[in-house]
């Protein structure tokens, strides 16, 4: 193994508020084998970027120690700070982590030999309206799921990720979309538009399971109106990954993709909130390096 200098920037609010002491384990086995060790705990989402990007900036390797959104903010200030990260996570959903098959904080040994000797790995992120995110990003009722997940911590997170989608439904209507795919405009009423990179998302659901991190595209699926009935059908299918056979279900890939409605919808990225319509997405080929097993 070889020793190195990381910093852990680390969301003190996951895993029901012990994440500093659980990344302890690690740290000390990080220190063991030689390495410079920094823990940072952050204030807001401001302050990971920042505290990210100055890691990287620094040639140091950024460890992002929490759940999706703790990833996707240090991912945004690494990518920018052009250096290498690690994840290490400890919070609900996790699903880029689960896609890459990375040891959490309950596994120190584990996750400390993959700070130390893992392989690094360059993948695409999404660049929305400015803000860089790894995973997807998801505009309907699934955005309106987030909001529901965000307003229900304290929650048992599978309880509550098996819920939400169930209270956003009741509360749903199909939206008219208007989307330009690398310069094809298409006018389409729907429940969703998800354009996703890694296509993981609510606590292990592979949504667009044709999706690959580092092929250079997006794979944006829309799901075509129906009765609400036939959103919880297609819940079902997601689970297994037939929900693409269904014929309100189309998937392609693309470079560019803006998105737009004819009413406000939560544009939502890896678990939170991220900015408002119209949203522009684009992929940056292998702009993140990451390590990996």
Not at 10 to 29: D, K, L
Not at 33 to 55: K, N, Q
Not at 85 to 100: F, Q, S, Y
Request: proline share 6%.
């Amino acid at each position: 193994m070889t020793a190195g200098a990381f910093t852990a920037i680390v969301n003190p609010i996951s895993g029901g508020g012990h994440t500093v002491a659980r990344w302890e384990p690690i740290a000390a086995r990080l220190r063991t084998a030689g390495a410079t060790v920094r823990t940072v705990p952050t204030r807001d989402r401001e302050h990971a970027i920042a505290a990210a990007r100055s890691a990287a900036e620094n040639g140091e390797v950024v460890v992002a120690v929490g759940g999706d959104g703790m990833v996707r903010d240090v991912a945004d200030g690494t990518v920018r700070g052009g250096g290498t990260m690690a994840i290490v996570p400890a919070g609900r959903g996790n699903d880029l982590a689960r896609t890459l098959r990375l040891p959490g904080v309950e596994e120190p040994e584990a996750a400390a030999r993959l700070l130390l000797a893992g392989r690094r790995r360059a993948i695409d992120v999404l660049e929305v309206n400015g803000v860089i995110a790894p995973g997807n990003v998801y505009i309907g009722i699934d955005a309106l799921a987030t909001r529901i997940i965000n307003a229900g911590r304290g929650l048992p997170a599978l309880l509550l990720y098996r819920l939400a989608p169930l209270r956003a439904i009741l509360g749903w209507r199909a939206a008219g979309y208007t989307l330009s795919v690398d310069g094809e405009r298409r006018e389409v009423r729907g429940h969703t538009v998800v354009v996703a990179n890694s296509g993981a998302y609510g606590h292990g659901l592979r949504i667009v399971p044709t999706a690959v991190l580092d092929d250079g595209l997006l794979d944006v699926m829309v799901v075509g109106d129906g009765p609400r009935a036939k959103v919880v059908a297609f819940m079902r299918e997601a689970k297994r990954g037939t929900h693409l056979r269904r014929p309100e279900v189309d998937v392609r890939t693309a470079r560019e993709v803006t998105v737009d409605a004819d009413r406000p919808i939560p544009v939502c990225a890896d678990g939170d909130e991220i900015a408002v319509l119209p949203a522009r997405i684009r992929i940056l080929p292998g702009a993140l390096t990451l390590l990996v097993p």
